[in-house]
């Protein structure tokens, strides 16, 4: 879950949001992902992070309309009505996403970094709805869709450490650039799974020849 900097309305006073620009805008601007897992979209909802229960105000407000996959979409349903506003808020100062490519369950924890911080009971409930995403499934279905999400994720994570190994292991300037220019696009808030990797980014100890340095300047630029 990362920060959206959504745009403005491009049919302004229009109720439609199925097709057409408004469509097509949320789809760019959420980058084509889902914004609670960050899974790359094959079909999507259209998800209204305020349950509009059949306030029709609510149910065409841009500022409610978000892009969500079909999962994610079915487990918020009308339970997680005050999580955090990713357009908002950038949900990497409130939530720590983590994920140990060694736990042989594939299970990511995210905890939040302040209990204490003003946004605490908006990221409480964000933080129950990543785990009920991807670590508590409550029926066949989901248990299926959260195995696969959490597949993907490991492998997105595998290649992110292959890809820093690389890095190490280059002979020269230009083969190192040439790896960090992968990295930043994997790091790049349109990627898969981007909060998970910036997260091992600001935790790690071990700085590969610079590399940390260079990649936390990235996320911070990309933050502005």
């Known amino acids: 879950m990362v920060k959206i900097n959504k745009r403005s309305d491009p049919a302004e006073g229009s109720r439609n949001y199925r097709h057409g620009s408004r469509f097509d805008r949320l789809w760019e601007d959420f980058f084509g992902k889902c914004y609670l897992c960050e899974q790359d979209l094959g079909s999507s909802n259209i998800e209204h992070m305020i349950p509009h229960k059949g306030n029709d105000d609510l149910k065409t407000k841009w500022e409610n309309l978000f892009l969500a996959c079909v999962h994610c979409n079915s487990i918020k349903g009308t339970e997680f009505g005050d999580i955090l506003n990713c357009t908002e808020i950038d949900p990497e100062d409130i939530i720590e996403f983590s994920f140990d490519c060694n736990d042989f369950r594939g299970l990511p924890v995210?905890?939040?970094?302040?209990?204490?911080?003003?946004?605490?009971?908006?990221?409480?409930?964000?933080?129950?709805?990543?785990?009920?995403?991807?670590?508590?499934?409550?029926?066949?279905?989901?248990?299926?869709?959260?195995?696969?999400?959490?597949?993907?994720?490991?492998?997105?994570?595998?290649?992110?450490?292959?890809?820093?190994?690389k890095y190490?292991?280059?002979?020269?300037?230009?083969?190192?650039?040439?790896?960090?220019?992968?990295?930043?696009?994997?790091?790049?808030r349109s990627a898969p799974f981007a909060a998970f990797k910036r997260s091992e980014v600001r935790k790690a100890v071990v700085d590969d020849k610079g590399l940390i340095e260079k990649l936390k300047q990235f996320i911070a630029e990309d933050e502005k």
């Open 110 to 165: 995210f905890k939040l970094k302040d209990e204490n911080e003003e946004h605490a009971i908006k990221g409480k409930q964000t933080v129950e709805l990543l785990n009920k995403i991807f670590c508590e499934p409550n029926t066949d279905q989901r248990i299926k869709a959260a195995e696969k999400l959490c597949t993907d994720l490991l492998e997105e994570m595998l290649n992110f450490t292959e890809l820093r190994i």
């Open 168 to 188: 190490g292991r280059a002979k020269n300037d230009r083969f190192r650039e040439n790896h960090l220019k992968s990295f930043e696009e994997t790091l790049d």
